[in-house]
């Protein structure tokens, strides 16, 4: 008889099957389903045959569903906003990280002007420019229009 070993997952105790005494997890299902993605996962990464036979397998897919993503994505609008969101934070940390590695284009240095940055992500900024700046912080305000039209 086996001894009690214990889920990487959930962390529970379980026996190991009398035909499996290697078993490392348990048998609930979502502890099956997270080993069974771990392996894919690490055989994707290191196993280049295996990583083509299942690009392939997705290329294959594709082509006998052409019109998945886009049945998906009319029946999922709340799903294509959070994409939306989601991809517009991700564009701008990408300028903001692209401002704090290049924001030495000018010299600022014989400048008598002060230097103003403003915005809710500058307080990385200031830390990496040559000139000394004075920094306000602006959280951004929700534009709404007015009924009128006006701004």
Not at 34 to 41: C, G, I
Not at 46 to 64: G, I, L
Request: a positive charge; charged letters at 30%; proline letters at 5%.
């Amino acid at each position: 008889m086996s001894k009690p070993r214990r889920c990487p997952y959930c962390q529970c105790s379980f026996l190991p099957s009398i035909y499996r005494p290697q078993q490392v997890v348990c048998s609930q299902a979502e502890c099956q389903r997270r080993r069974r993605a771990d392996y894919h996962r690490q055989k994707l990464c290191t196993d280049p045959e295996y990583r083509q036979v299942a690009r392939d397998s997705q290329r294959k897919w594709r082509q006998a569903h052409p019109d998945y993503l886009r049945q998906y994505l009319a029946q999922h609008t709340e799903a294509v906003e959070r994409n939306r969101q989601q991809q517009q934070r991700r564009d701008q940390k990408r300028r903001i990280r692209l401002l704090e590695k290049n924001n030495l284009a000018l010299d600022l240095k014989c400048s008598a002007a002060e230097v103003w940055l403003v915005g809710p992500q500058v307080k990385n900024l200031e830390k990496n420019n040559l000139a000394s700046a004075q920094v306000l912080i602006f959280q951004p305000v929700n534009q709404q229009r007015r009924l009128d039209g006006n701004a």
